[in-house]
């Protein structure tokens, strides 16, 4: 744990990192986004959103759709750090944001500050979706043995996943409320890291796991792990013998998904023309072999569907924390 020194020399790290793209975004012209675009990752280098933002970044770069992309990385918080740093480069032209369903958990666990209502949704890209797994050796062989367990006992099996109101634990709430468990007995145990929460199941500290498929696919493939259910509304590509949650039974899905935000006060025709390099973005065949290679599914979506389907999102997350007891 960071003693009281380490804790204030990160806030004023981030702090500088902060006001030094504020003043880099404002110093911008009208205009100015194909010559000069900066995407901020909303998280530490290495992770979900940082990978998301560089394979955009690299596929702008290799197909001239801006000049000059670069990653501006201002993590922490579940991404309302960066939020509200971006709330501030009112009418920017030239900046955008990484966002996605992490970001809604993080703000309605929160309970205030900046939300999604004070910026301007751009594109809704990509959805990754969650899997359950256990240990290759666990007595579970099948869903359908995890929910009789976990009805039985329901704070006797013992789930691992990410940080407290991520994609994994609002997953493990819905499944929860799904199958009659009250979401706040639920015995989740949340890990800061991929590594952390695989080394839980690998030593049978917990007994199965919530993660996102693509982190966890190649333990997967090489037996370390066994899949027994995915999060999506249908099976994905890269996963066809897998069955989703919804064929075993249980009416759940739900995706950690991935898209872009402007800031405020932007005018319309900077908006338009952002916009359109998303959109060229999303055609190129770049960006297609970056979503298959990263184990994504496209979901690209804009204007009012992409604001509806936000609403959405807002009103369930918010609901299931609630029901976590969060």
């Not at 998303?278 to 690209?300: G, K, M, P, Q």
Request: proline share 3%; hydrophobic share 40%; net charge negative.
């Amino acid at each position: 744990m960071v003693n009281a020194l380490q804790a204030a020399t990160a806030v004023i790290a981030v702090g500088i990192t902060g006001t030094a793209v504020f003043q880099s975004a404002n110093s911008a012209s009208v205009g100015e986004a194909r010559s000069n675009l900066t995407i901020i990752a909303p998280a530490a280098v290495g992770g979900g959103w940082d990978g998301f933002s560089r394979e955009a970044q690299q596929v702008l770069r290799a197909d001239s759709l801006v000049n000059n992309a670069k990653v501006v990385n201002i993590p922490g918080a579940g991404g309302t750090i960066g939020l509200s740093q971006f709330v501030q480069m009112k009418g920017e032209e030239s900046t955008i944001m990484t966002t996605g369903g992490v970001m809604i958990g993080a703000v309605e666990l929160k309970g205030s500050g900046a939300t999604l209502k004070d910026v301007v949704p751009l594109a809704r890209m990509s959805d990754d979706y969650s899997a359950l797994v256990v240990p290759a050796d666990s007595d579970f062989e099948t869903l359908e043995d995890v929910v009789t367990a976990w009805r039985a006992d329901p704070k006797g099996v013992s789930i691992s996943g990410g940080s407290l109101g991520s994609i994994d634990h609002l997953l493990t709430g819905a499944i929860a409320g799904e199958i009659g468990i009250d979401p706040k007995d639920a015995n989740y145990i949340a890990y800061s890291g991929g590594g952390e929460a695989l080394n839980s199941l690998l030593s049978h500290t917990t007994d199965i796991g919530i993660s996102g498929y693509n982190e966890i696919a190649d333990q997967v493939d090489s037996g370390t792990l066994r899949a027994l259910a995915i999060s999506s509304g249908e099976r994905i590509e890269t996963a066809p013998d897998l069955p989703t949650f919804k064929e075993q039974g249980i009416d759940v899905e739900m995706s950690n998904w991935r898209g872009f935000l402007a800031p405020p006060g932007i005018p319309e025709d900077a908006e338009e023309e952002l916009l359109k390099i998303i959109d060229e973005l999303h055609r190129s065949e770049a960006w297609e072999e970056a979503v298959r290679r990263n184990s994504w599914t496209d979901a690209y979506m804009t204007g009012d569907e992409l604001e509806h389907y936000i609403d959405e999102e807002t009103a369930r997350t918010k609901e299931l924390i609630e029901q976590l007891g969060m």
